[in-house]
């Protein structure tokens, strides 16, 4: 579904993504792993329109999008969970969800997919009239994939979505993301947690400095020695 190629991003002097190169299958969960800086939420802002790229190839279904605005990408089907969630504090939780729809004209299908968001997230239902900014952070986070959804999404991308959040509610996101998947949404993940994001990954990357350094299965990551000593605790 997904095909990056040769992508070269620079800030200012500094090389950010150095001619990266990555797929997600069609129907897959795929992570990409990294230390703090080493380029994984840059990818995604490429992938999303926020940032520009200095050359490559991102091709959704095979069509190149590299170079279009936001607003077309998630016209495309890509849709994005910010880091830091980026919810809008003075809406309320119903109108943060209409604003994932804002480029849908079919009303009946908005209301199958927040019907959706309410099953997946019945906290975020319960508080459908509350500002954003009075929800906890979990919640926050809940309704920030919720607004995702919205789109209708054939890819939904989340940058370290357990960023922030308390053990017990790290667990409640991952699961979140298998039921989604579960739907048939192809997700592209970027995650600090390498642990979680591992056992929960087909297929995984590890990004250092700018630099695809390794790839396989998500299975084969976790017993990956050099994985395991610079992520998960040796």
Not at 23 to 49: E, F, Q, Y
Not at 68 to 82: D, K, T, Y
Not at 208 to 220: A, D, F, P, S
Request: a positive charge; glycine letters at 12%.
């Amino acid at each position: 579904m997904l095909k990056i190629k040769n992508l070269n991003v620079f800030y200012g002097g500094i090389h950010a993504l150095q001619g990266i190169s990555l797929d997600v299958p069609k129907g897959k969960i795929v992570t990409l792993i990294g230390a703090n800086g080493a380029g994984k939420s840059t990818t995604l802002r490429t992938l999303s329109g926020l940032v520009k790229a200095r050359d490559g190839q991102i091709k959704l279904d095979g069509e190149e999008i590299l170079g279009l605005p936001s607003n077309e990408i998630v016209a495309r089907g890509v849709a994005m969970v910010p880091e830091g969630r980026k919810i809008f504090p003075n809406l309320t939780v119903r109108e943060n969800l209409a604003i994932g729809a804002f480029q849908r004209n079919n009303k009946a299908e908005i209301s199958k997919d927040e019907e959706l968001v309410f099953t997946l997230f019945p906290r975020i239902k319960e508080r459908v009239s509350q500002k954003g900014g009075t929800l906890s952070g979990g919640e926050q986070q809940m309704l920030a994939v919720g607004r995702a959804l919205m789109s209708h999404p054939k890819l939904l991308t989340l940058d370290e979505p357990s960023l922030g959040l308390a053990p017990l509610l790290v667990k409640g996101v991952f699961d979140i993301i298998k039921h989604i998947h579960e739907e048939g949404r192809t997700v592209f993940l970027v995650e600090q947690n390498a642990f979680a994001a591992l056992k929960l990954a087909d297929y995984a990357y590890v990004m250092e400095v700018g630099k695809i350094t390794l790839q396989g299965t998500g299975q084969e990551l976790l017993q990956n020695d050099q994985v395991r000593k610079a992520y998960l605790g040796g």
